[in-house]
């Protein structure tokens, strides 16, 4: 699609222009959506998790209270962003977007259904691990540019756990290379043609629940948000931000949120494929659903999840989380790879032959 819009505006601009505009198109086409459902992500979160303790969450700012999170995005704006009289200013301003561009730009190489792509890169896996690896900066950054001691524990806490969790996170990625034999993100969800049992699930459902873990280790999501541990270090790395600087750290963790979702369902659940796909009579019942729906649907699923945890776990100590990541996750990958491996000697079931 977008090529056919370079193509015409090719016809009466330059092409440096017409590359341009194109270019610009894409990144609204990706960037507008992933914003808007992050909006509204905060209210269904708040609606969940209201509803799992038996209350009534938002309900006064338009129809059951559809519209807070325009409410929440203008109060944002209009407040006053304050800077510490003894911060880094250009540190303090740079954190937001350290933390914000490389959450959004991972967004680049995600395929949303069979074609529909901004840039269909072979090194897909890597671009994403790379990419979404930067956010620790923003994180480093931001506690040191408050100059305030309790701004600086919370991102040395921060910066550890994201390091830690990468390396378990990366490691359950391997394994889903090592059976789709490429990085490319769109032939490794056609690789999973064939029905539900050959999605990547079955055999790797251990790497798919520690890139999950890792996922909510990563985001600083419950039960592994001590980060923000407000009892212990004064809400973390941000405690100095307000106003749109401190929203914008917002948007980073749901739109991080997202990510995952995507990343975990196209890697493990088969992506924009019907779970009916080989079933007679199923199949041909809802071959009318888009595969954008199909994606979109294990996406929600997986989100629901993430709040769901969040009303339910408490919050992990630190020396027990920094435990799990060390002890637990990354010796399990590490065997979980030889074991793979191995399946892929023997050609073990319908994902190696």
């Known amino acids: 699609m977008f090529d056919a819009i370079q193509a015409f505006l090719s016809g009466f601009l330059y092409e440096w222009l017409a590359i341009t505009i194109t270019l610009v198109l894409q990144a609204v086409a990706v960037i507008l959506p992933i914003m808007l459902v992050v909006a509204w992500l905060t209210y269904a979160e708040r609606k969940v998790i209201g509803y799992m303790q038996v209350r009534m969450g938002p309900n006064r700012v338009g129809p059951i209270g559809l519209l807070q999170p325009i409410a929440d995005a203008l109060k944002l704006m209009t407040k006053e962003v304050i800077f510490p009289a003894q911060s ?6 740079l954190a937001p977007i350290l933390a914000i561009a490389p959450a959004v730009a991972a967004y680049a190489v995600i395929p949303f259904s069979d074609g529909v792509v901004v840039t269909d890169i072979n090194a897909g896996v890597l671009y994403v691990l790379a990419v ?16 305030s001691k309790y701004a600086f524990l919370g991102a040395l806490r921060g910066s550890a756990q994201k390091i830690s969790y990468e390396i378990a996170m990366g490691f359950a990625l391997v394994t889903v290379l090592m059976i789709a034999g ?10 999973q043609q064939g029905g539900i049992l050959n999605w990547y699930l ?3 459902l251990p790497m798919f629940f520690v890139y999950f873990i890792s996922g909510l280790a990563e985001t600083n999501r419950t039960p592994f948000d001590v980060i923000e541990g407000e009892a212990e270090i004064v809400a973390g790395f941000h405690v100095d931000y307000s106003g749109m600087t401190f929203g914008v750290f917002m948007l980073a963790e749901y ?23 080989g079933i007679p009579l199923l199949e041909t019942l809802f071959s009318w659903v888009p595969q ?3 994606l979109s649907i294990k ?3 997986l989100l ?10 408490p919050r992990y100590r630190y020396d027990q989380l920094m435990r799990l990541g060390w002890k637990v996750l990354i010796p399990l990958t590490i065997v979980w790879v030889f074991v793979v491996g191995a399946m892929k000697y023997f050609d073990f079931g319908p994902w190696f032959n």
């Open 88 to 93: 880094n200013k250009y540190l303090f301003i």
């Open 132 to 147: 979404s690896s930067i956010l620790v900066y923003g994180t480093v950054v931001a506690g040191w540019a408050s100059n």
């Open 182 to 191: 490429t990085m490319n993100l769109t032939e490794i969800v056609n690789n």
């Open 202 to 204: 079955l055999p790797l």
């Open 255 to 277: 739109a991080m949120m997202i990510l995952i979702s995507f990343m975990a369902s196209i890697m493990f659940l088969g992506g924009w494929l019907s779970p009916f796909e």
């Open 292 to 294: 954008l729906a199909w």
């Open 299 to 301: 996406v929600a699923l």
């Open 304 to 313: 629901f999840v993430f709040l769901w945890l969040r009303a339910t776990f």
